[in-house]
Each structure stands twice: as C-alpha cells, then as structure tokens.
C-alpha cells in the first residue's frame, strides 16, 4: 500500500509582504551579489566591444582612372530616407499649375517594375520631391510619389491594341493622377501633396528600369543577389501640355542620376521625336524608388552597430537563470518562500527585478554602441541608410526590451528545471541558435522566416531598420537583414513564450515542494 506525501509547506507564520516590500527584498538580493553586478557590466561592455570590433573591421574605398576617389553617398529623398533616383527625363519647365496627358501604346521590357510614363519633378536633382503616372512591366498603371509611396491603377500591360491614358494635374502643391483605357473615360488614382514645391517645376515624360534581380543559391542556404543593368523603351504619343510657360517650348532629354553611384556607367538613355506624327520614343534605365539594403544595397543597416547583442545577451541569460537557481543550489528557496508565502508573487518579484536590470543595460549599452559604431563606419567609408530619431529610439529601447525578456524566460526555465547549466543551454538554443540559422544562409529563405515567425528568436525583429517595398524587386529574406513579422510584432512572439514560461513555472513552483 503506497502512501502519498503532501508538498513540504512551512508551518512558520511568514508575513505577508505586499509586491514593493518583495521588489525590494529581490532588488537587494540582487545587488547584495557582486559577481552579478559584475556580470551586467560585462554584458555592457561586450555589446559595446564586439559591435565597436565589428565597426572597426568594416571599411570601404573607391577608386577611379586616377587612383583613390571619395566614395559617393547615395541620395536622400524627402522623407529622410536613401533612394535610388536614375532615369531618362524628357522634360521642360512648368511655371505654375498645368498639367500632362500622354497615351502610351508600349514598353519595351523584361523587368516587372519597369516603368514609363508622365512625371512632375522639383528639378533634375537626385533625391527632390516628385509625382509620377506610369505604365510598368507586369504590375499595371501605378501612380508613385516621393519614392516610397505606390498607389495602383488600370490593371495589364500596354500594348498598341490595349493602350494606356496618363495625365498628371498640378495644383500648388497637390498633383492628381488620372488613368483611362480610351482618353474619353478617366479615372482619380490618387492625389500627392509635395509640401514646398517651388512655383517653377520640370513636367515631362520618362523611362526607368531597374537591374535585373537574379537570386544565386549558395549550396543549401538561401543564396544571395545580384543585379545586372536592365533597360525598358516606351512608344508615347498623344501629348498634351496645359499650364504656363510650356506653348512652344522644346523638349530636352537627361540621363538623371546617370552614373551608378560612381562605380562604373549605367545604360544611358536617349530619346527620339517623329517630326510627323509627334510621338516620342523614350529608353530609360535606373529607377525612381526607395534604396534598399541586403545584397543589392550599397550600405549597411544601422543595427548592425548592435550586432554585440548577442554576447551581452548570453550573459543575461546566465544570470537570469542564476537568479533563482542560485537559491534552489543553496537551499535558501525555502527561506525566501517562508518569509513570503505567495510563490506566485515571489516569481513575479524576481521577473520584475531581472527585467528591470536588463532593460537598463541593455538601454545603456546600445547609447554608447550606436553613436560610438556608427561614427567608426563612417570614419572608414562605410555608408549607412540613414534613419528617423524614432526609428533610432526604437532601436535603443528594443535592445533594452530584448534582454529583458530574455533575462525573464531565463528565470522561468530556470524555476521550471532547477538547473542552471540546463537552463543556460535551452534558453541560448531557443533565442540564439534560431537566428544564427535563419540569418546565416544556412537554412533556405522559407523556413528562415518560419523560425523568425514562431521562435523566441523573433524578437530580434525589435532591432530591424530595414524596410520591404513591394514596388522594388530584391532579395527580401532574414539573411538580407529582413524579418518577417515588424518590429513590434516580432518582440510580441517573444513575450508571449516568456509569459506562457512564467505562468508554466509559477504553476510549477504553487504545486511541488521546493
């Protein structure tokens, strides 16, 4: 006959401290420890260091006929943003409001994001505000503005028997697209407000067409990609000019942007005007759209001035583990649990202290590292796409925010084995080895994203700067610096594994005996 044996309970009568005398109890034991103290400066220090090697070790020259040449930087649209902005521009000045209708009957392609059409531009500058109406390879009439904004229209590819209507109206600083299948029958597609546009703009037609994307698989990883010079020529006829400053003026053509950010020529274009029938032949290549990074960018992403996350994070997560295995080791679990019988609650104390001391790390190590990184880069020639404040604030406090919930799920394994080099193990193998397999090419591009989907390595996606258009081919995968959940969603995926381990471990911790 076999006999049950209760959990051990304490029959001392503890006092029931409230949660801020409990806070304060596990802040001291902390504190009190100096080889953990120790500890959160190491992890300091080690995202700070290996960030500031990395930058170290990143340098970049470009030469030319004459030997070593400045390397050029690429443009920065309105937004604040890099872009690309390379294409063939048959234009003449518009003073004041007017507007542009032109009926396209081909494009000569092979890209899908290649584009012609109307386009009114603040100047021939590379990166100044604009809106344009246009025909592209595969993906129908778009109406795009300031590089990062795609609105679509008609659907299908233009052909002499299916062509296209464009017109674009200026009005101050408000442009209008338009789209018709027959010029009789126009449709909106959307409206721009390009604030500070001058009264003098450049209207007029163009051509574009970005390098051609191939993908290069590299044994059984993901590959990488590179681009080769693609072109497109439009068939346009039909054109209409209304406005001041446009009756009788000659068309000029320009090869905007046309060196390829001054490492070698880009495909000039060029464009031709039959005399007889006023239409117009125009071959273009580039593209008007934002920069992106990865393999086919020509910079870095800054957080790769926080790639010292790892090794900081590895030291979170020993302590976070030895935060409550310590006292499982020592036997002090019983004194802790007698002094405050709410396990629950001590729990919830120790995950509140170990996040806390982690955030704020992880906060002050990234403050130094990304300056400190990002000044060494640039020293050495490096380029980096340039970033808004709040994407920099983001990336400061989503370090912070990643060590804590690591800290946490370290601390909820480790209440649930009662083990440390365990629970070292497990935590490291669920948030690190995830990433390093889906960023690494080791893995192809399909269950790389699955593991940044469903991992607590999603939460990396905090620290990503970099953004996917759909109006730009490229190689968006997690080896390109591409997460497949955005940056809040992604550190969601990480708290909810924590959550569901803390709630695992305090139910663990209420049931059996310490």
Known sequence: MSATIAPYRSQA???RAGFPQLLRAEWTKFRTVRSWVV????????????????????????????GPIACPTA??????GSVTDSFYFVHQALAGDGSITVRVTGLSTSEAWAKAGVIVKNGTGRGSAYAAVM??????????????????????TVSPSSPRWLRLTRSGDTLTGYDSGDGSNWSRIGTAHLAGLPSTVQIGMFAASPDAVQ?????????????????????IDRVTLQGGGTVGAAWKGDDVGSSRGGQGPQTSGDFQQDQSTGAFSVRGAGDIAPAVGGPMGDGQAVERTLIGTFAGLVVVIVLGTLFITAEYRRGLIRTTLTASPGRGRVLAAKAVVAAAVA??????????????CVHTLKSNGVALYPVSLLTELRLVVGTGLLLAVAAVLALA???????GAGTVTIVIAAIVLPYILATSSVLPAGPSEWLLRVTPAAGFAVQQSLRAFAQVDSVYTPSSGYFPLSPWAGLA???????????FAAYLLRRRDV
């Not at 993908?215 to 068939?235: K, N, Q």
Request: one cysteine or more.
């Open 75 to 80: 443009p920065v649209g309105p937004e604040g």
């Open 413 to 419: 394994v480790g209440t649930i084995l009662r083990r």
């Open 39 to 66: 500890g959160l400066v190491v992890a300091a220090l080690l995202l700070i260091g290996v960030g500031l090697l990395s930058a170290l070790s990143s340098h970049r020259s470009c030469g030319g006929p004459n």
């Open 13 to 15: 009568q503890g006092a």
């Open 493 to 503: 995926v990480m708290c909810g594994w924590a959550a569901l381990a803390l709630g």
């Open 359 to 372: 955030f704020v790390t992880g906060v002050a190590a990234a403050v130094v590292a990304m300056p400190l």
């Open 215 to 235: 993908t290069t698989a590299s044994g059984f990883g993901s590959g990488s990609g590179t681009g080769t010079p693609a072109s497109a020529t439009a068939t």
């Open 135 to 156: 025909v592209t390879g595969a993906h129908g009439v778009r109406m795009q503005y300031d590089f990062t904004h795609d609105v679509a229209g008609l659907s299908g």
